[in-house]
């Protein structure tokens, strides 16, 4: 289909961009990869007045080390994250995750910021980040600030980000000692979209105990989520068989699952115990 | 697709039911009502921007009430249409107090068609949820102040502030009877 008529600004710099948001505010919507914003604007679910082109400003697509951290630009493309060899040496559960998006075709396209920012709640991203406790940079006309990941998700669809804001780059402490990460998925066939993801990062010591642990699960509520209960069950825990399966029983604790026509809430929240067991157990032994 | 769910609210069940069925009331706490308007008993108009962040759109449609029993039982028939697609369906809502809340529970069965179905499917569940906790929380706003005062002002940003220190409370409350 086509989409409803609309006003097309294309800003050089980020600066430009977030006066042109401050300008439009509510009825702008900033493009990115436009995988998630176009296909819903063809359609005609989102009918925003003003498009806000961010494609064009340069260094928005980068990953640097700096600080002990790994900083990404928002408009970093998920196949730059997959095929990035430094990446699969010192984080390698961003490669692992970006993999499973969609396809070829959406990960040449599609962007982190831009996934991240549209907060599907079947998103693969969304786990990852906030596995990895990742902190996020938001700039608007007034200035930057940075955001939790787990501060960020905030509802279906919907994030911590006000409406003047951009998010601009993700950062993430680069991961150190004898670390392991695993990222788990059931696709639905159709979409691609995660029907249950979960994302792990964890850190062994000396003796082989689990130190400390992140669990991001994404496809199972109306937000991705950290899955506490399993974690606080494996800190400090030798990361055995029976530990790990009765840490991820606990996978949907306090969550409100969803269901759909494809997979039923008691099938996911299955799905969401058994895939977090696995997702562990994998962390587990790379981490060895 | 069956929704049900549970809400509990800090205002006595009497005020709940006012509220509940009180036209202006009620435009002041959907999500994204631009009109509702009376137009028989226990019937009306309704014109709603629904929608989760960027995905909006308009809907038409009329409400009717059935069953109704104050203060404690009504049933609602709803149906809709726009852009967007369809909605149809009817649900029973029941209100009851328990210690010093109130508890609304409803449970019902709805029909979405059109396009926000086909490509929406896997969200609709988790926007109803989503709609339904911002409604309740607004209501419970209202039913809050006595029917002189002024009404409580809703906003995204109220809704979800009265939101999450509900929740603060209840674990508070959890954590204390633990």
């Known amino acids: 289909m086509i989409p409803a008529q609309f006003d097309y600004l294309t800003p050089k710099t980020i600066d430009e961009a977030v006066g042109m948001l401050a300008q439009h505010s509510d009825d702008a919507k900033v493009l990115a990869g436009g995988h998630s914003l176009i296909p819903a604007m063809k359609l005609r679910l989102a009918m925003p007045q003003v498009l806000i082109d961010i494609g064009r400003i340069k260094d928005l697509a980068y990953i640097r080390e700096e600080g002990g951290q790994i900083r990404i630009g928002a408009m970093t493309t998920h196949y730059q994250l997959e095929s990035s060899d430094r990446l699969r040496e010192i984080c390698p559960l961003l490669p692992e995750c970006s993999a499973h998006i969609g396809d070829v075709q959406v990960r040449n396209k599609g962007t982190i910021g831009g996934s991240l920012a549209h907060s599907d709640p079947a998103g693969d991203w969304p786990a990852a980040i906030i596995a990895i406790g990742a902190e996020l940079v938001a700039v608007s006309a007034g200035g930057e600030r940075t955001i939790k990941a787990t501060d960020f998700f905030v509802d279906m669809l919907t994030t911590a980000l006000e409406p003047g804001e951009i998010l601009r780059e993700i950062r993430i402490a680069t991961p150190s000692g004898k670390f392991g990460q695993s990222y788990m998925k059931v696709a639905q066939p159709a979409s691609g979209f995660a029907v249950v993801g979960v994302a792990v990062n964890l850190t062994l010591d000396a003796s082989g105990a689990c130190q400390t642990i992140g669990v991001g699960i994404t496809g199972v509520a109306s937000k991705v989520y950290r899955a506490s209960a399993v974690e606080q069950v494996l800190t400090g825990r030798a990361l055995d068989g029976q530990t790990v399966t009765d840490a991820a029983a606990h996978a949907t604790d306090g969550v409100s699952v969803n269901g759909d026509l494809y997979a039923s809430e008691a099938y996911r929240r299955h799905l969401a115990q058994v895939y977090t067991r696995r997702a562990i157990e994998a962390a587990a032994s790379r981490a060895r | ?178």
């Not at chain 2, 006595?146 to 929740?167: D, I, M, N, V």
């Open chain 2, 1 to 178: 697709m069956k929704i049900e769910g549970t809400h509990e609210l800090h205002a006595s069940p009497q005020r709940v039911f006012e509220a509940l069925t009180d036209p202006i009331v009620l435009q002041r706490c959907i999500p994204g009502c631009e009109r509702l308007e009376r137009s028989g008993e226990n019937s009306y108009a309704a014109t709603l921007r629904a929608g989760v962040g960027s995905i909006k759109g308009v809907f038409t449609g009329a409400v009717r009430l059935e069953d109704v029993q104050p203060p404690r039982h009504f049933r609602m028939i709803v149906e809709g249409k726009g852009q967007p697609g369809f909605v149809k369906g009817s649900g029973d809502l029941d209100i009851e107090a328990r210690d010093a809340v109130t508890i609304v529970s409803y449970k019902g069965d709805i029909q979405v068609g059109g396009t926000i179905a086909g490509v929406g499917q896997r969200m609709l569940q988790g926007a109803v949820k989503m709609m339904a906790s911002q409604f309740f929380t607004a209501i419970e706003a209202e039913a809050k102040t006595e029917s002189h005062e002024p009404p409580p002002k809703h906003g995204f940003f109220r809704t979800a502030l009265r939101w999450f220190s509900g929740l603060v409370r209840r674990v508070f409350r959890k954590t204390v009877t633990k």
